[in-house]
T-cell receptor
Framework: QKEVEQNSGPLSVPEGAIASLNCTYSDRGSQSFFWYRQYSGKSPELIMFIYSNGDKEDGRFTAQLNKASQYVSLLIRDSQPSDSATYLC????????????FGRGTQLTVWP | DTGVSQDPRHKITKRGQNVTFRCDPISEHNRLYWYRQTLGQGPEFLTYFQNEAQLEKSRLLSDRFSAERPKGSFSTLEIQRTEQGDSAMYLCASIPTGGETQYFGPGTRLLVL
């Protein structure tokens, strides 16, 4: 079982719609959860992180964490074509020195 | 520019050659990480430094790989006797003391022919 699993997609949504990206993780001791966006050929850039169960909102982005289900999601409201990228879920386990475990990413396309 | 920088941005080499990459973290970030990313995959952890001490190495880091951070500032990653399977994007990230978020550099894309 992989540490972090994501549906690789591709996920395609129309402009203005809500895009929903999902991630599950295997280690119950995981402490911190991160969403990165990666444009083709570029390095990952942080969108947001979450530590506690529930929702965390930042502009058009909402991260949701359910530790009991070992599930993290990212909602993108009012999706824009510029949101088209690969979204990486990353997890920091409690037993490690800060290394991140990444999923393989979900490719999102927002069409005008 | 106060972000993480990496050099070179691209490297093409022949199999069997040695290559060295450099990472300059954000100033005063004491923690530095190296990752490798192949096409269609997420980044995979290679090694971690806190100041000049290398505290963790992945099993992915074979004997052909070595990393240093001699003065606790910039770091180098060397690959000896490169193989075609080493072709990947090599990413460096840094975190400040007490921080949680890893900030990535632009990466070095390696192609081994």
């Amino acid at each position: 079982q992989k540490e972090v699993e994501q549906n690789s997609g591709p996920l395609s949504v129309p402009e203005g719609a809500i895009a929903s990206l999902n991630c599950t993780y295997s280690d119950r001791g995981s402490q911190s959860f991160f969403w990165y966006r990666q444009y083709s050929g570029k390095s990952p850039e942080l969108i947001m992180f979450i530590y506690s169960n529930g929702d965390k909102e930042d502009g058009r982005f909402t991260a949701q964490l359910n530790k009991a289900s070992q599930y993290v999601s990212l909602l993108i409201r009012d999706s824009q074509p510029s949101d088209s990228a690969t979204y990486l879920c990353a997890v920091k386990r409690g037993s490690t020195l800060g290394r991140l475990y990444f999923g393989r990413g979900t490719q999102l396309t927002v069409w005008p | 520019d106060t972000g993480v920088s990496q050099d070179p941005r691209h490297k093409i080499t022949k199999r069997g050659q040695n290559v060295t990459f450099r990472c300059d973290p954000i100033s005063e970030h004491n923690r530095l990480y190296w990752y490798r990313q192949t096409l269609g995959q997420g980044p995979e952890f290679l090694t971690y430094f806190q100041n000049e001490a290398q505290l963790e190495k992945s099993r992915l880091l074979s004997d052909r790989f070595s990393a240093e951070r001699p003065k606790g500032s910039f770091s180098t990653l060397e690959i000896q006797r490169t193989e075609q399977g080493d072709s990947a994007m090599y990413l460096c990230a840094s975190i400040p003391t007490g921080g949680e978020t890893q900030y990535f550099g632009p990466g070095t894309r390696l192609l081994v022919l």
